[in-house]
């Protein structure tokens, strides 16, 4: 029907004019959502089609906390789940570790936070043999063993009684059961071996033997440490099909 000076608008062409100016409708829940093109246009004989030129809204990914570009681009395209570990300071050896798991929606955790150690004196770009700091970085989850049978990680595990330690650690806490269960820390290591495999492709120079293993409620060597409770919880949340990484330094580093 054709429109003529004068003569007022029909219904169907007033609510089409106002939803084309307010730019959404209600939706069932009662949110707000973009009017359907259809709507705006809705079915008038002669009306021109018209694009509609409103700036859609872009849903971002859920970041991993506290990482910046730098560390994030280090992450392998193919990892989706993430041992984030954050220190509490570059000289100190305080920590908090949570499971990440990559989504459709970003990176979502998956359990923790748990409290962690790390190495006495903090953390390094350039780890070295004895130098008492863990190193910051990115670095594969391949294999874990431990002196325990094997609590049903996807993880090669290598049950071996050469997890034993004894003594006492930089505080005076007996280390016995500190490696109860470990998750070696690709750190210098060939992957796809034992915990307890030497090989440092390195050098020897550059340390090695990094591994997440039971907390002794003091620092490390250059380990990172979580209670059994979370050991345990972790082998068994690891997936290699998933691909896992340990991002792990300071939290200034990592926000790099």
Avoid at 181 to 205: F, M, S
Wanted: charged content about 20%; glycine content about 12%.
């Amino acid at each position: 029907m054709p429109i003529r000076p004068g003569r007022p608008l029909p219904a169907a062409v007033t609510l089409s004019a106002v939803l084309l100016v307010s730019g959404c409708i209600s939706s069932a829940d009662g949110t707000e959502a973009a009017a359907p093109a259809a709507t705006t246009q809705a079915g008038v004989a002669g009306w021109p089609t018209v694009p509609d030129a409103r700036p859609q809204p872009v849903r971002s990914e859920a970041p991993l906390p506290g990482v910046g570009s730098a560390m994030l681009d280090d992450i392998p395209a193919t990892s989706r789940q993430v041992l984030l570990v954050t220190g509490d300071g570059a000289d100190e050896n305080t920590a908090t570790a949570v499971l990440y798991e990559r989504t459709a929606a970003g990176w979502e955790p998956a359990a923790g936070p748990w409290p962690a150690h790390n190495a006495l004196k903090g953390w390094t770009d350039d780890h070295r043999l004895g130098d008492l700091r863990s190193p910051i970085g990115v670095f594969g989850l391949t294999d874990a063993g431990g002196l325990l049978p094997d609590p049903g990680t996807r993880l090669p595990y290598d049950h071996s009684s050469a997890f034993s330690i004894s003594g006492t650690g930089f505080e005076g806490e007996p280390l016995a059961g500190s490696f109860d269960y470990v998750v070696a820390i690709d750190y210098n290591r060939k992957p796809g071996t034992t915990p307890l495999d030497w090989t440092r492709p390195l050098g020897e120079d550059k340390g090695g033997g990094i591994w997440v293993h039971v907390d002794h409620d003091g620092p490390t060597q250059g380990c990172v440490s979580i209670a059994e409770g979370h050991m345990k919880e972790l082998l068994l949340a690891l997936d290699p099909a998933l691909d896992p990484v340990i991002v792990m330094g300071d939290a200034a580093a990592l926000a790099r």
